[in-house]
């Protein structure tokens, strides 16, 4: 006899905890059902750990950095064994928290592996569960680069974030928001660091002007930046692996392949069950986040748009909500806001003004440096940038991109403004806190209004 449940969600990541979280504020009898640890790998592999090391990176820095300020202080030691140790408490607390959620939300957690079995219905082992109500939350994995695969001394990002110590010489082989994370950090926690791109520029998706910056950041902490060229050979001996770049070898301890994921879907039945991919082999959905099967949702890296923990959680309210019978809307997809936590910070929403221009609008660009406010000097970041890419005709905005100090916490602002309906005049005359660095915010929005006043 099979269980009945009303909302079945598969993976506890942060669309799956969230989504079972909102079905039960609906009244629905939910279950989750998860195969290694609560927390998914947002917070178990991913985010959480990585966030937990960058910390201890940017903590180090303003340490040897302190000199400016007038603190006098030796060079600082770093003790790897708790630098670990603090991540995985980080981790554990977290998931922690998580797990106490689903219990003061009554809902059950089922550890093991669900597979569909095409009546709207699953199994987990040998217990068999039905529901109305099924949501694919399995997130993604790893993937190897055509002629680099995974092996002895070369591994995923999420092993990356694991590591006990940093290796001696790293190579990161891709440096989109991952690849740029692990190199920042590592190379100032000790690692000689090579960071591989093969586009002609250090995180190629974002805005050119903030590849730029972000770039000459990585080279002053010491990282070789190797763009316009994959890797063309490997090889490995004696613990060390040999990467052919162009005309260069790159020798490392650790070689982290940080370029691409797919969805986790083996094993997990969608063929029995009837659902279709799209053309990317990512599960296909509508704007309600509904597959091709009655019955059946799929949220957060299963499906097209940014590998996102913010974009897998909202999609899974989405997705129940609907299920629910509720009335919703689809995400903006490009209006997510997108983070990278490296140094500097790196974020954006949005259209690149390269993109814009591309898609026909009249461009306006608005850009200044954080040391056009006063928040810039005070704090020690002159150099940080906010450009602004708006539309002239009705001073839409379409995308924001920060380079700098607290980019991340900064560029919602923006991405606040659009969703609010508003344009970059409205931002240029919003009265803002001084001195701060959301002022640059406003700054740039007066650039782009015509009206720049501290620049
Ligand atoms: C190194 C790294 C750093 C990242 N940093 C950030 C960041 O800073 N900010 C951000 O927004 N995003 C970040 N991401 C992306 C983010 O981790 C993902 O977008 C997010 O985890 C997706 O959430 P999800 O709920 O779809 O799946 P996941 O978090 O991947 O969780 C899916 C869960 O499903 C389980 N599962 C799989 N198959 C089954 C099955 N058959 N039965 C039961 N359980 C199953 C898995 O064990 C897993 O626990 C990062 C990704 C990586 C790799």
Redesign the pocket.
């Known amino acids: 006899m099979a269980d009945e449940f009303d909302l079945i969600v ?7 905890y969230v989504a079972a979280i909102r079905g039960a504020q609906l009244g629905l009898k939910t279950v989750v ?5 609560i927390g ?3 917070l178990n592999k ?2 959480i750990p ?2 937990a090391v960058l910390r201890v990176a940017d903590v180090l820095t303003e340490v040897r950095e302190a000199g400016d300020y007038g603190i006098e202080v030796s060079e600082p030691k770093v003790d790897h064994a708790k630098v670990a140790e603090r991540r995985d408490s980080v981790i554990s607390t977290l998931t922690g928290g998580v797990d106490g959620l689903m219990k003061k939300n009554g809902i059950e957690v089922i550890e093991g ?3 569909l079995t095409g009546n709207g219905g699953l199994k987990v082992g040998d217990r068999e569960l039905t529901a109305k109500r099924i949501v694919l ?4 994995v790893r993937k190897p680069l055509p002629g680099l695969d995974f092996g002895e001394g070369i591994v995923g ?2 092993e990356a ?1 694991a590591l006990d110590a940093p290796p001696a010489r790293l190579a990161v082989v891709g440096a989109g928001a ?1 690849g740029a994370e692990i190199a920042s950090a590592y190379a100032r926690l000790g690692s000689t660091v090579t960071l591989i791109e093969a586009m002609d520029r250090v995180l190629p998706s974002e805005d050119a002007d903030v590849s730029k910056a972000a770039g000459r950041g990585f080279k002053k902490q010491g990282i070789d930046v190797l763009t316009g060229n994959p890797v063309s050979g490997v090889e490995s001996a004696g613990g060390l692996t040999t990467l052919t770049v162009g005309d260069k070898k790159v020798e490392a301890d650790l070689v982290v392949i940080a370029a691409g ?1 797919g969805p ?1 879907v083996e ?2 039945g969608l063929d029995v069950a009837g659902i279709k991919l799209d053309d990317r082999g990512l599960i296909d959905v509508d704007g309600a986040q509904r597959t091709s099967v009655e019955g059946i949702w799929a ?4 499906v097209r748009g940014p ?4 974009k ?1 959680s909202d999609e899974g309210i989405v997705a129940v909500e609907d299920s629910a019978g509720m009335a919703t809307h689809p995400i903006a997809l490009t209006d997510i806001p997108r ?1 990278t ?1 490296c140094t500097p910070n790196v974020s954006s929403f949005g259209l690149t003004e390269a993109q814009a221009k591309e898609a026909g609008y009249d461009v306006v660009v608005g850009k200044v440096q954080y040391g056009a406010v006063g928040a810039g000097t005070v704090y020690g970041d002159r150099t940080g940038i906010v450009k602004i890419v708006g539309d002239r005709k009705y001073g839409e905005l379409l995308g924001g991109h920060i380079c700098g100090a607290k980019a991340p916490e900064l560029i919602q602002e923006l991405v606040n403004a659009k969703a609010l309906e508003g344009g970059y005049p409205e931002i240029a005359r919003i009265v803002h806190g001084h001195p701060t660095l959301s002022e640059a915010l406003m700054e740039a929005a007066r650039a782009a209004d015509g009206w720049l006043i501290h620049g």
């Open positions: 598969v993976g506890s990541g942060p669309g799956g059902i998860e195969r290694d640890h998914g790998r947002c991913a985010c990585a966030k592996a669900a597979v939350a399995t997130g993604s990002t999420e974030w991952s994921r986790d094993g997990l949220i957060g890296d299963l590998a996102l923990a913010h897998a983070a936590f």
